[in-house]
Nanobody
Framework: QVQLVESGGGLVQAGGSLRLSCAASGLTFSLYDMGWFRQAPGKEREFVASINWSGTNTYSADSVKGRFTISRDNAKNTVYLQMNSLKPEDTAVYYC??????????????WGQGTQVTVSS
């Protein structure tokens, strides 16, 4: 079955960096566009960044532009989210998803279980 497993979350001080990874199995990874979403307590899930199947096109939310970078390694079936200059408002559970490139969650068919990112001030 399809599995997306996120890792790399944790506690970091404001201004710090984290690199999230999402390892995929059970699907032909190189055929799927990938996305990262996040959900903070009491808030709806929101789009963070997406990347097309080949890695040639990326998109990111205005709130993370210039700070977060999405990338992928199809040989390793893994998508990454490099997060720099973290802010307390970036605190959330981060999810990776596989599907069709979009900023809408409904475009993605498969989801990971999420990894917690906490940014202290």
């Amino acid at each position: 079955q399809v599995q997306l497993v996120e890792s790399g979350g944790g506690l970091v001080q404001a201004g710090g960096s984290l690199r999230l990874s999402c390892a995929a199995s059970g699907l032909t990874f190189s055929l799927y566009d990938m996305g990262w979403f996040r959900q903070a307590p009491g808030k709806e899930r929101e789009f963070v960044a997406s990347i097309n199947w080949s890695g040639t096109n990326t998109y990111s939310a205005d709130s993370v532009k210039g700070r977060f970078t999405i990338s992928r390694d199809n040989a390793k079936n893994t998508v990454y989210l490099q997060m720099n200059s973290l802010k307390p408002e970036d605190t959330a559970v981060y999810y990776c998803a596989a599907g069709s490139i979009s900023d809408e969650a409904r475009s993605y068919h498969y989801w990971g279980q999420g990894t917690q990112v906490t940014v202290s001030s």
